[in-house]
């Protein structure tokens, strides 16, 4: 019998060593998006999505989840790249930077895997997506309060997989810490719109 794809996952994180996709850290990947033009509110964004991202690290890590915690970082440094190209969305919503993104970064010759962010943190129902990708979506909902029950579930679900264990063994902290990094939404959407 073939295996599926979440025993896949599994035994990738088990045999391989974590990948560094180019980028050493994620300060290497805000530069990189900064030489690409970034407008400081952009980089500013994703400098509070990674406080939300972080925490979500955290946990899962405590939680003994095995986790590209480095994709997930570098994914949120590049998820909305294509606002570069699309500063009007910045301000308003639009789904124009998700395509654009993804071709600015692969030109940029930044990794495909982290390129496709800039697609699977907005379209993540629509297509078949990683753990790390969905962590990245979730990150960019949380970080200013929002909660999004099928996303979160889709994260719960993916966790509940990956660590062999009853869905609802891992709701009730997943749901407490989703909960605590909405809970300090407003103070990062305050900040995000600081002059
Ligand atoms: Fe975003």
């Known amino acids: 019998m073939r295996p599926g794809p979440g025993a896949l996952r599994i035994a990738w994180y088990v045999a391989g060593p974590?990948?560094?996709y180019g980028i050493a850290s994620?300060?290497?990947g805000r530069s990189i998006l900064a030489k690409l033009g970034t407008p400081p509110r952009l980089l500013r964004h994703t400098v509070l999505v990674g406080e939300a991202a972080d925490l979500l690290v955290d946990t899962l890590t405590k939680l003994g989840l095995p986790l590209d915690a480095h994709f997930v970082r570098l994914g949120v440094v590049f998820h909305d790249a294509g606002k570069i190209e699309h500063p009007e969305e910045l301000a308003r919503p639009?789904?124009?930077h998700e395509p654009s993104g993804q071709a600015l970064l692969l030109a940029a010759g930044v990794d495909a895997a982290l390129a496709r962010c800039c697609i699977s943190?907005?379209?993540w129902a629509d297509m078949e997506v990683s753990l790390e990708?969905?962590?990245?979506?979730l990150a960019d909902t949380l970080w200013k309060g929002k909660r999004n029950e099928t996303l979160e579930r889709r994260v719960v679900e993916g966790v509940a997989t990956r660590l062999g264990r009853p869905l609802w063994d891992v709701f009730v902290p997943l749901d407490t810490l989703f909960e605590d990094i909405a809970a300090g939404g407003?103070?990062?959407l305050a900040r995000s719109l600081e002059a």
């Open 18 to 20: 974590m990948k560094s």
């Open 26 to 28: 994620v300060e290497e």
């Open 94 to 96: 639009g789904r124009d």
């Open 121 to 123: 943190h907005a379209r």
């Open 133 to 137: 990708e969905l962590v990245v979506a």
């Open 186 to 188: 407003a103070g990062r």
